[in-house]
């Protein structure tokens, strides 16, 4: 008689609220599920997969799976991960109540707390989970203590208790990934399909000759963990430790160029919270990269300073290489605050790094933040005319500015708690207190400080002509009076964008359903507001 193998079943919960029409790109595989089940699956267990994003009745797909397994085990970061994870093991729990349930991720390790009190959890890991994990489906399945496991918070008397430290381990004392799991072909359709009716979320701009009419294939991957920077408003230095292991960079460039003949993707995006810490290792990535002559763009992560410190050779090799974007945090236009967070990036080094990339043909996408928890009012005003002044110098550059979200786990987010920020208390709030385009509800921002930066995301929009209502030679006239107000920092009566809504409204553009101005408003949060008021939430 052949014996089944044990099912585990791992669920990746929706990143956006479906029921607001959104969903993310679909080029980010839920690689959270594919590296935890690397040691499981090496172990001999069967492993069901799912993942909200591609499946309709993922709810009804769980439960099914979850009869007869041996354990049901999820993840999330932030935003509406967290109360759609909530709301699926809360309902494996009430159907399978025997059934050992597990979380990992970022938000999890940082609040266990949350999730024994609502007793959707036997057990949290913290930190890198690969390891922690595979010992723990070993223990369960052996009926050993999970007490004995190391980097667990588990409850235990209505306590939360931790065992003993798990240190960060290199990628070489891992299992492979198994990609055989990756239904990677229900991506991709999601990615080819026309989304007029669902606004996609972190849409990244596309290479070379791909436009959203005609769209590449993507792909992503992690090819390091952790980051070794200490930031105040990051939750990476609790939960990593400030510790950074990486796939070596030419054994990283020879599974690129495997996959890539594998799924036939076009682009590949790095989900590293920090790519390009070693420029050796991105040396030797670029240039098997290019040996191996791999038909793809990529894209990733990496710090203004790192970029300052690159070779120009280097630098070189990345447009070489295919690089088509890299993700920067500028984070804040003064020293004092620069220090303060504990970036500290040279404030002139944040227009000479973009230029090193711009002129390498590279995409530079620099965020910013205002609102720090004691952040003066003059403070958030030169950030916003730091942004304003790299947006005009580089309008390839997206220069967004975003308020700050206090994240547990971090620094700024017991500093905002002591200054008196109400932290959401239940899921269900934590899972929409992160809309980052439409509100600020998580950092009071000062009146005039709130207008300025919704005047400021609209004229960089105009300026960077991401619209595209109107013929061409009205939206270059309304770009050059953006670029002389971007110039100046100075908004005043912003007579171009009265213009291009005037323009909108008498070409009938304003009505639910049009997706093209759609994709305006989304942009900005002072019209969004209005058209959610005058035409409803699909606006």
């Not at 040691?39 to 994003?53: F, K, N, S």
């Not at 963990?225 to 609790?238: D, H, K, N, Q, V």
């Amino acid at each position: 008689m052949i014996q089944r193998k044990k099912r585990v079943v791992l669920f990746l919960p929706h990143r956006a609220d479906p029921g607001r029409g959104e969903r993310f790109s679909a080029d980010l595989l839920p690689l959270e599920l594919l590296q935890i089940a690397s040691g499981p699956v090496a172990d001999g267990y069967e492993v069901v997969m799912i993942d909200a994003m591609i499946e309709e009745d993922y709810k009804e797909k769980v439960l099914e799976a979850c009869d007869g397994a041996l354990l049901f085990a999820s993840s999330c970061i932030l935003g509406y991960q967290v109360y759609d994870g909530y709301v699926v093991a809360k309902m494996v729990r009430e159907r399978f109540p025997d059934l050992p349930i597990v979380w990992g991720g970022w938000f999890p390790s940082v609040t266990p707390e949350m999730y024994f009190e609502s007793n959707i959890a036997d057990a949290v890991g913290i930190g890198q989970g690969e390891v922690t994990f595979r010992e723990v489906v070993q223990a369960i399945d052996h009926g050993t203590p999970l007490d004995d496991v190391p980097g667990l918070a588990l409850p235990r008397d209505g306590k939360t208790v931790y065992t003993a430290h798990r240190d960060v381990v290199g990628f070489d004392k891992l299992e492979r990934v198994p990609w055989e799991l990756l239904e990677y072909d229900r991506y991709v359709d999601l990615q080819l399909r026309p989304s007029y009716n669902q606004k996609v979320r972190h849409r990244f701009p596309l290479p070379g000759h791909w436009t959203p009419e005609n769209p590449p294939k993507g792909f992503s991957m992690f090819s390091s963990f952790g980051c070794p920077e200490p930031c105040t408003f990051c939750c990476s230095p609790l939960v990593t430790g400030r510790r950074w292991k990486a796939i070596p960079g030419k054994q990283l460039a020879e599974e690129v160029a495997e996959l890539q003949q594998r799924f036939g993707f076009d682009v590949l995006r790095f989900q590293d919270a920090n790519f390009g810490v070693a420029e050796k290792r991105t040396r030797e990535f670029c240039e098997a990269l290019v040996d191996l002559k791999v038909p793809i763009h990529w894209n990733g992560t990496i710090e203004i300073e790192t970029i300052m410190r690159y070779k120009k050779d280097t630098l070189d090799l990345l447009e070489e290489s295919k690089c088509h974007l890299l993700w920067l945090g500028a984070e804040t236009g003064t020293k004092e605050m620069q220090d303060r967070i504990k970036k500290f990036i040279d404030i002139e080094n944040i227009p000479r790094a973009i230029g090193e990339l711009v002129k390498r043909n590279i995409t530079p996408g620099a965020f910013w933040i205002i609102g720090y928890p004691g952040e003066t009012q003059e403070s958030m005003e030169a950030t916003l005319k730091q942004a304003a002044r790299v947006k005009h110098l580089y309008p390839l550059c997206g220069s967004d500015v975003y308020p700050f979200r206090p994240i547990p786990g971090t620094e700024d987010f017991r500093q905002a708690v002591e200054l008196g920020y109400q932290a959401p208390q239940s899921f269900e709030e934590w899972g929409g207190c992160f809309e980052y385009k439409y509100n600020s509800q998580n950092t009071e921002l000062p009146e005039s400080v709130r207008h300025t930066w919704q005047r400021y995301n609209n004229t960089a929009a105009i300026y960077d002509m991401h619209v595209q209502e109107g013929p061409l030679w009205m939206r270059k006239l309304l770009s050059k009076m953006a670029g002389e107000r971007l110039k100046r920092g100075a908004y005043g009566f912003p007579i171009e964008q009265k213009l291009f809504d005037l323009y909108v409204r008498l070409t009938g553009q304003t009505q639910a359903g049009d997706h093209v101005s759609q994709e305006y408003a989304q942009l900005q949060p002072e019209t969004h507001a209005r058209l959610v008021e005058e035409h409803g939430a699909s606006a």
